[in-house]
């Protein structure tokens, strides 16, 4: 098993470009969360999906957006990236069946020139 | 909002020594604590999941914790330089899917 996987793992773009994050889990978790991580401020959950078919809003959803794909697949999605959103991205997957645990892809760093 | 708190650090601690991280959490009705192991530039790694009061180990890791007090804390035990990382503490509630992270605790062990 792969567990959690993401890519591109970097990224380099300018201001007003769009890109998109993939994510992809093998586990059949039913839940996915993508987080962004700055120095000094921790993980902080950008947006997350309990189940395919559904989405909602996290800490810092402004400027991303997101769409499950279907069970296995979660990206995210700048439209317009800000210098602001240079940052690591992680993606995440958990179930029931764990417990509430989340295991996390090995992340994308991202830069906005 | 949730808040998790953990002890700020950075902690330097000896080879072979105890390293204790501590962890406190403000919603009452958390019900699942987990420890991950954060390396420099990797992603969290999960290396503890504690669900009722009391202790329970897992090699040279022992999770305690104490819901009354809410409160959770990471022993490790004879650390090696292989222990040092940042340690994230985390809490849910199970009702809405998500966890709530402290800052870490970043954790340096000497050789």
């Known amino acids: 098993n792969a567990g959690v996987t993401q890519t591109p793992k970097f990224q380099v773009l300018k201001t007003g470009q769009s890109m998109t994050l993939q994510c992809a889990q093998d586990m059949n978790h039913n839940s996915m969360y993508w987080y962004r991580q700055d120095p000094g401020m921790g993980l902080r959950l950008i947006y997350y999906?309990?189940?395919?078919?559904?989405?909602d809003k996290g800490e810092v959803p402004n400027g991303y957006n997101v769409s499950r794909l279907n069970k296995r697949e979660f990206s995210l999605r700048l439209e317009s990236a800000a210098p602001s959103q240079t940052s690591v991205y992680f993606c995440a997957s958990s179930d029931p069946g764990t417990g509430g645990a989340q295991y996390f892809g090995p992340g994308t760093r991202l830069t906005v020139t | 909002q949730k808040e998790v708190e953990q002890n700020s650090g950075p902690l330097s601690v000896p080879e072979g020594a105890i390293a204790s991280l501590n962890c406190t959490y403000s919603?009452?009705?958390?019900?699942?604590f987990f420890w991950y192991r954060q390396y420099s530039g990797k992603s969290p790694e999960l290396i503890m999941s504690i669900y009722s009061n009391g202790d329970k180990e897992d090699g040279r890791f022992t999770a305690q914790l104490n819901k009354a007090s809410q409160y959770v804390s990471l022993l490790i035990r004879d650390s090696q330089p292989s222990d040092s990382a940042t340690y994230l503490c985390?809490?849910?509630?199970?009702?809405?899917?998500?966890?709530?992270f402290g800052a870490g605790t970043t954790v340096t062990v000497r050789a």
């Open positions: 985390a809490v849910t509630t199970l009702a809405d899917y998500k966890l709530s």
């Open positions: 919603d009452r009705v958390s019900q699942s």
């Open positions: 999906s309990a189940s395919e078919g559904t989405t």
